[in-house]
């Protein structure tokens, strides 16, 4: 569980400050031989990645539409990065809760 939490948390921090699609793109082809190459089941992994790469609440860089939300509400980037605390902690927990039973790694 501790690689897949790594890899989620990887992709995570890089998709603050890049497009998450660009980070999905990315992680979605290093997971797999990451995973392959510890013995691990390659779905988990990618989802991992996917998943991680869309958790982008703490950061308006993250989305496009993040950006144009953040400009237009006049919010600080310090009021933006609280409030997407409660639903990036949320994302984390639920994955790690919910992946490693629906798709064991080994």
Known sequence: I??????YLI?????QFLQNSA???IFRLLAPVIAIGG???P???MLAASMGALNGYLLPT????????FVESGMTTKQWFK?????????I???ILWVPFIFPLK
């Open 23 to 25: 980070v999905s793109s």
């Open 83 to 91: 409030n997407g605390v409660f639903y990036t902690v949320l994302q």
């Open 93 to 95: 927990v639920l994955f």
């Open 39 to 41: 013995g691990y089941n």
């Open 11 to 15: 992709c995570m921090i890089c998709t």
């Open 62 to 69: 993250a989305t496009a539409a993040g950006t144009i939300c």
């Open 2 to 7: 501790m690689i897949l939490l790594a890899l």
């Open 43 to 45: 779905v988990p992994m």
